[in-house]
């Protein structure tokens, strides 16, 4: 470690040498990080120390923890713009990533009181529930709730969601054209489930969204709730300031 003499606390000191180390290109996004024993051993300090040097640069989105496995240099984050309508297969391919997809269940419910207003319709009608995992290049980014409702949704049970886009089913099969969406997004931390599918230890940051996606009729078509892992994701969105006029 620089110096005992330093001013500074040894923890903040380890984290600009690590950080010095990503920046420098040292540590490359993916690489793995010394353990906290290894880092002690490295620069003298106690195991604890080395912890809170890791767990406040994790905090910061520098690095990410992987259950099991370790704490990484936390790759450029995917951007997700808020100014097109666009659907996750879009924008990862847009990104030169290859999109995938697990589908963790699908079924028929009967609507719920907040996804009967979520999606104007009466409490009992039948709602298509797709839950699945979405990834890139095979990391695991998201996972995303959807629940959609339009005459005839239950045939979607027979499409294969795996390999195709939801939205290009809807638009080129059903012939639903989607205009317009309203999101909320939201700070959290990820509950067992969640973590297990992201792979990621419990209680990490993760950013929880509500979509409802419209057609041209104006109507909701899709209600989805989501969450991505935190470490991995801007949301980016652009606005005009409305001129006064004088
Ligand atoms: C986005 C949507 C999701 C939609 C999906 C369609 C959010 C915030 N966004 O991820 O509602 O189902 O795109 O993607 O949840 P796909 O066309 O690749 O299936």
Same mark, same amino acid.
């Given at each position: 470690? =620089? ?8 923890? #903040?000191?380890l984290k ?26 490295? #620069?003298?300090?106690?195991?604890m120390?080395?912890?809170? *040097? ?6 910061e ?11 990484f ?12 309508l666009?659907?996750?297969t879009?924008? /990862? ?6 999109? *995938? ?8 419910i ?14 009992g =009608? ?14 695991p980014?998201? +996972?995303?709730?959807s629940?959609?409702?339009? /005459? ?17 089913i ?5 012939? /639903? ?5 309203e ?19 419990m209680?990490?940051p *993760? ?6 996606t ?6 909701? +078509?899709?209600? *989805?709730?989501?969450?991505?892992c ?10 005009l ?6």
């Amino acid at each position: 470690m =620089q110096s005992r003499k330093s001013p500074l606390p040894r923890y #903040y000191q380890l984290k600009e040498i690590m950080r010095e180390k990503v920046t420098s290109g040292d540590w490359k996004p993916g690489d793995l990080i010394p353990s906290e024993r290894e880092l002690g051993e490295q #620069y003298g300090i106690s195991r604890m120390t080395a912890r809170q *040097a890791l767990t406040e640069l994790v905090n910061e989105g520098l690095f990410y923890r992987e259950q099991g496995k370790g704490t990484f240099v936390s790759r450029n984050k995917i951007t997700q713009q808020l100014i097109r309508l666009t659907g996750f297969t879009e924008d /990862i391919s847009a990104r030169g990533q290859a999109p *995938a997809t697990r589908v963790l269940s699908m079924h028929m419910i009967p609507a719920t009181e907040d996804l009967a207003e979520r999606l104007r319709l009466h409490v009992g =009608q039948p709602i298509f529930r797709l839950q699945r995992l979405r990834l890139a290049d095979n990391e695991p980014l998201a +996972i995303e709730r959807s629940h959609l409702s339009f /005459i005839g949704c239950e045939r979607l049970l027979d499409e294969d969601l795996e390999t195709q886009s939801l939205y290009r089913i809807l638009e080129s099969r059903y012939g /639903i054209q989607l205009i317009q969406a309203e999101q909320e997004l939201e700070a959290g931390l990820t509950n067992e489930e969640d973590a297990k599918l992201l792979n990621l230890p419990m209680g990490s940051p *993760a950013l929880y969204t509500r979509r409802t996606t419209y057609t041209n009729r104006d109507l909701p +078509i899709e209600y *989805a709730r989501s969450v991505y892992c935190g470490h991995k994701y801007t949301f980016y969105t652009h606005m005009l300031r409305n001129q006064l006029v004088p």
